[in-house]
C-alpha cells in the first residue's frame, strides 16, 4: 500500500512558477507510475503528467506541455511538480496519484491511491 501527501501549493501570481512535492510511503513506491491530476469546483479531474517507475518516460497535458515537468526521486520516496509560466487557468487543487508500474495513464482509473491535494491559486 502507498500513502501519499502532497505539498506546495499555495497563491502565486501569473507568469510566477511554483514547486509541487508528493511525499510517498511504503517499501514498493519505486515499482509504482506516478501521475499529477488536477480539478477545480463543478469538473471532473483531469490528467496533468505522468511518470514511469523507472523515471523514464513522462507524458502530459498539452495545456501544460512545455510549462510543468514532473520527476521523482526513488531513494527519497518524492516526486515533484515544477510549474513554470503560471497561468489563471491553471488555477485547481493538485493531486498525486500512484498506479501499478506501466500502467499510469490519462485515466484516473488507472490509478490505485491518492493524496489528499494541494490547492494552486494563480492570480492574473
Known amino acids: 500500500q502507498v500513502q501519499l501527501v502532497e505539498s506546495g501549493g499555495g497563491l502565486v501570481q501569473a507568469g510566477g512558477s511554483l514547486r509541487l512535492s508528493c511525499a510517498a510511503s511504503?517499501?514498493?513506491?519505486?515499482?509504482?507510475?506516478m501521475g499529477w491530476f488536477r480539478q477545480t469546483p463543478g469538473k471532473e479531474r483531469e490528467f496533468v503528467a505522468r511518470i514511469r517507475w523507472s523515471g523514464g518516460s513522462t507524458a502530459y497535458a498539452d495545456s501544460v506541455k512545455g510549462r510543468f515537468t514532473i520527476s521523482r526521486d526513488n531513494v527519497k520516496y518524492l516526486v515533484y511538480l515544477q510549474m513554470n509560466s503560471l497561468k489563471p487557468e491553471d488555477t485547481a487543487v493538485y493531486f498525486c496519484a500512484a498506479a501499478p508500474g506501466y500502467h499510469g495513464s490519462y485515466d484516473v482509473a488507472s490509478y490505485n491511491y491518492w493524496g489528499q491535494g494541494t490547492q494552486v491559486t494563480v492570480s492574473s
Open positions: 511504503g517499501r514498493t513506491f519505486s515499482t509504482y507510475d
